[in-house]
């Protein structure tokens, strides 16, 4: 999704394993985008993260007791 087309780096399968392809993916990507897109990845990733706490709420009612301290300790 940050790789505008593939115009930056190649595209990669997900595959659930930060191997050589990620890795070199990765390169690109700081490479365009520099100190900014650190940043922005981290961001990224934190969304990410922050969803996964929503859906897990949402799928067993008994977690929405945790997803404020999940965020508010594990976001940012």
Known sequence: ALNRGATDY???????????????????????RGRAGERVLLKAIEAQQGERYLSLAERRPANEAFVYGWIANRIG
């Open 10 to 32: 190649a595209d990669i399968v997900g595959d659930g394993v930060i191997g050589p392809a990620t890795l070199t993916a990765l390169d690109g990507f700081l490479r365009v």
